[in-house]
């Protein structure tokens, strides 16, 4: 393929790319729908100040096909998607823009589902769903399921049970010792959830209100809670690393340090390069794939289409513990890292609707109707 034509090469694994431009709002943005076996594209609307179209639409097709082993992994009815919005949201903001953005994803007619992601707020998509029913995760005034944080903390939960069992031969989370990074919305859930149960930790966070505010509620609970400098959280000798900051943390300067035996957290994208998996493997780290971990938020994300109902949706995130198992003892069984399991299994679940039987059959429409 000639050099005028490699952006169709970039693009061809992606069943879509479109580019949005609305002079009137200042709006910029990309929306890529990577893969819809599943079903409509599903992804969340990232605001970052890209410093070109390149690397705008660089980490859109990588964020939507991430986002299609997600939805697999977790087995919601969805495929992968994801849309950028070129832009500071310190300074480019507005209601109009959202609404503009609202009316391109309205023209997809329910091929791409969205909402909120870095730089972005449930408030901006109240305005987004002015102008189109195909918004999910707004606040529950809104007909949306609230804080995602809330399953994502329960899935990382279920994750540390699952890989508690693997690596001791018991689920119990109290008995062991942990060293979490990031105290924010999912990280301090998390801790409060293990210290209650007894356990220990260790925690760091670049923000002293955080450490400040686990440290008042630690006095109550029956754990012991440890405050390391940000630096140390990756040397601590606990048997477990639950990230739950940044991406890119398991890296050629992180991996020698690490005492832990297994690594299981929210972050997203922990490691650095496919190839910090295999140095992992070699380490004897078990690594819990980070987006079967943190794939609560997604569960309830997508269980909006049945209505909102928490109890519901803390019920399918427990199925992260029997799907991390299976990643595991795939990956024991082919010697492939567990990271590389993930992806198969995500992949032959893709495969395997592609091959059913898709006979004709009345119209999904009233699933499809949420905010009619
Ligand atoms: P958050 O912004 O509320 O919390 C992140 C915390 O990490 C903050 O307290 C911040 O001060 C701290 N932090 C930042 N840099 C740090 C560093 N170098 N060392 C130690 N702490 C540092 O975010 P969150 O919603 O709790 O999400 C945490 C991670 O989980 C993110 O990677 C996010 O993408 C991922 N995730 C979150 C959800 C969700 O539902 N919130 C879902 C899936 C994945």
Redo the contacts with the bound molecule.
Sequence with gaps: MTKEFELFDRMATHEQVVFCNDPATGLRAIIAIHNTALGPALGGCRMQPYNSVEEALEDVLRLSKGMTYKCAAADVDFGGGKAVIIGDPKKDKSPELFRAFGQFVNSLGGRFFTGTDMGTTMEDFIHAMRETNFINGLPEAYGGGGD??IP?ASGVLYGLKATNFTLFGNEELGTKTYAI???????YKVAISLLEEGANIFV????NE?LHAIELASSDLKGTLKIVP?EE?YSVDADIFVP????GIINDMTIPKLQVKAIAG???NQLLADRHGIMLKEKGILYAPDYIV?A??LIQVADELFGINHERVLAKTKQIYHTLLEVFKEASLTGNTTDEAANAMCEKRIENRKTRNNFYSAPLKPKWSIRK
Aim: glycine share 22%; hydrophobic share 25%.
């Design positions: 995602s944080s994502t990074q990031g105290l924010g919305k999912v990280g760091s966070d670049i923000n955080s940000n959280i739950c900051a940044l991406g929210s972050a997203n943190n609560g938020g």
